[in-house]
């Protein structure tokens, strides 16, 4: 974890830092998953809260969870407090994910933070559309989506996320990658996209803080206006309907 990044957000007077998809363990790092896991509640996590106790800021890190026995792509958040406020595991795999992790098997994952509802999930996962929607008929205002999305993808940072955020009707924080690592080229492009497409941030390829305000209020707002989620027809929605 960067201490001195930290120490910029807390002066600039932030809340709650989001770092990419397995920022504390490295993502492409293969078999060294199985060396560098560990519990929810281990050293990773020891260390993370005490930068979270010096700088005052939430902190949402993604690492390597073992537990119990099986590996996991997971997220947690941490309070200015250094508690524990929510523990996530990537439910959807991508590519060789699949060789290295377990599917995480609870679906909404969700915390408070100064009366904000936020959700998590973890890259692959923003690429369904069901777990967005999931989260906003859960009551997640803001969703966090830490990720390592790699080139030639970059169109998911730059159309499909701005999409999620409209068809659900909530904010949402796309937290990349960058560089280069053990062959995988990260496209950058973190951002944070208000319910009607507003585009709040947006980074480039290269490491950097982008500092960005929510106001909760605006979700009620732009649903009143972008009545998707109220128009849908649920009647016809049937979870195991035939034709």
């Not at 929510?86 to 377990?102: E, P, S």
């Not at 904000?116 to 999931?134: K, Q, S």
């Not at 507003?198 to 290269?206: D, V, Y």
């Not at 009620?220 to 989620?229: D, E, P, Q, Y």
Request: hydrophobic fraction near 40%.
């Amino acid at each position: 974890m960067d201490r001195v990044r930290h120490l910029q957000a807390a002066d600039a007077g932030c809340r709650i830092v989001v770092t990419p998809e397995m920022s504390v363990t490295g993502y492409n790092i293969g078999a060294a998953v199985a060396e560098r896991a560990e519990p929810a509640d281990g050293p990773i996590f020891q260390a993370v809260r005490e930068i979270a106790r010096d700088t005052g800021i939430a902190i949402v890190y993604g690492y390597a969870e073992m537990a119990p026995g099986k590996p996991y792509n997971s997220v947690q958040v941490v309070d200015s407090t250094g508690q524990s406020l929510a523990n996530y595991r990537k439910t959807h795999l991508y590519g060789f994910d699949r060789d290295l992790f377990t599917p995480g098997e609870q679906w909404i994952t969700q915390f408070e933070l100064d009366g904000v509802t936020c959700g998590l999930l973890i890259c692959y996962d923003i690429e369904f559309p069901e777990n967005a929607r999931a989260h906003a008929d859960a009551g997640t205002q803001w969703l966090v989506v830490p990720t390592g999305l790699m080139e030639p993808w970059s169109f998911v940072a730059t159309h499909i996320v701005p999409a999620r955020a409209y068809e659900s009707q909530l904010f949402l924080s796309y937290v990349n990658r960058t560089g280069v690592e053990n062959g995988l080229e990260y496209c950058g492009l973190s951002c944070t996209i208000a319910p009607d497409t507003t585009e709040l941030s947006r980074g480039g390829k290269a490491e950097q803080l982008l500092i960005t305000h929510i106001d909760p209020a605006a979700v009620a707002v732009s649903r009143a206006i972008n009545t998707h989620l109220s128009d849908r027809r649920r009647d016809l929605y049937q979870e195991n309907q035939t034709r």
